[in-house]
């Protein structure tokens, strides 16, 4: 009611206001000098912080990519923030009354065209996609975006297993092995020659015919990498490529329209930045996947002895 009247008044006045809502059954009774005795009451300290919650919900959810958060992502963002004795509850409410809510994943087409055969290459991650340390295991795989104009463009991710970092991608017009899939596998590489090697490595990938192809296949052996492929017809054998291009397309594609390869290039370039040093993760205990490998190679440091 305070409310109203606050709308109204510059134009009617606080008292015709208040006789016309008196003369109402439905409005109940106030007067004006009620009316200025609430306005000028302190506000509580539960209101005060109700009103710094949802400000501070309302600036996350204003972010590019965290307004695809849920409740339990922006509480884990809250803490992480300095909030303290809220609850994911009390969060999921003011979200709720303020009209948020996070983005839900659907399905995945496949954009992959299916070889005759493995090419050779056996299953080498069994459907297993955690390991231990970064550089051990690492999924590839293809999608696409339609653009404004009803054309496509391709992009193509290599993700490390250990922290879901990614860690090699390309955005192009087209499929071919040379353009698109090498491009990430070449990112990989160098990201792997900088912090340590890549001998021993799994990557594994679906039966596209550009991962089977003989280029991609040479460039793996030149560099000591195992080629795995998961089973035909299998989506568990794709989990963790499936989760990520998943999130890519919720996050990024399905929120905002793209007219250009080349703004498509420099959102994707954003959002894989946005992934691995600020994306909160709930498999990582909230946090993220630069933060989980920061804290592997502290842990992992050999001290220097005398």
């Not at 996070?102 to 050779?120: D, Y």
């Not at 290459?121 to 295991?137: C, H, K, N, V």
Request: hydrophobic fraction near 40%; include cysteine.
């Amino acid at each position: 009611m305070i409310e109203c009247i606050d709308v109204h008044r510059r134009r009617f006045g606080v008292g015709p206001i208040c006789r016309t809502l008196r003369a109402s059954p439905d409005c109940g009774f106030i007067i004006p000098r009620a009316c200025w005795r609430t306005k000028a009451r302190a506000v509580s300290r539960m209101r005060a912080r109700h009103e710094a919650l949802s400000r501070d919900l309302a600036l996350i959810h204003a972010h590019r990519f965290m307004a695809v958060y849920g409740y339990r992502k922006m509480y884990a963002r809250l803490l992480r923030q300095g909030w303290t004795g809220i609850g994911r509850d009390q969060v999921l409410g003011v979200m709720r009354s303020l009209g948020m809510r996070g983005v839900r994943r659907g399905r995945i087409p496949v954009t992959t065209r299916p070889a005759r055969s493995r090419g050779g290459r056996e299953d080498l991650a069994q459907r297993r996609f955690t390991a231990d340390a970064p550089g051990l295991l690492q999924v590839a795989d293809i999608t696409y975006v339609r653009l404004s104009d009803g054309s496509f463009a391709y992009v193509a991710f290599v993700a490390d297993a250990f922290a879901r970092r990614i860690v090699g991608w390309a955005v192009s017009a087209g499929q071919r092995t040379r353009e698109l899939p090498l491009v990430a596998l070449d990112q990989s590489i160098a990201w792997m020659a900088r912090h340590g090697d890549a001998q021993g490595l799994i990557r594994h990938s679906d039966h596209g015919t550009q991962y089977i192809s003989a280029l991609y296949g040479t460039r793996l052996r030149e560099n000591g990498i195992l080629a795995s492929t998961g089973t035909v017809g299998d989506s568990r054998a794709f989990a963790l490529a499936e989760t990520i291009n998943g999130a890519y397309k919720n996050e990024l594609i399905h929120r905002f329209a793209f007219e250009t390869v080349r703004a498509l290039e420099t959102a994707t370039f954003q959002w894989v930045s946005w992934w691995n040093e600020q994306r909160l993760r709930q498999h990582l205990g909230y946090r993220t996947p630069a933060e989980v490998e920061n804290l592997y190679y502290q842990t992992k440091a050999t001290p220097v002895t005398q």
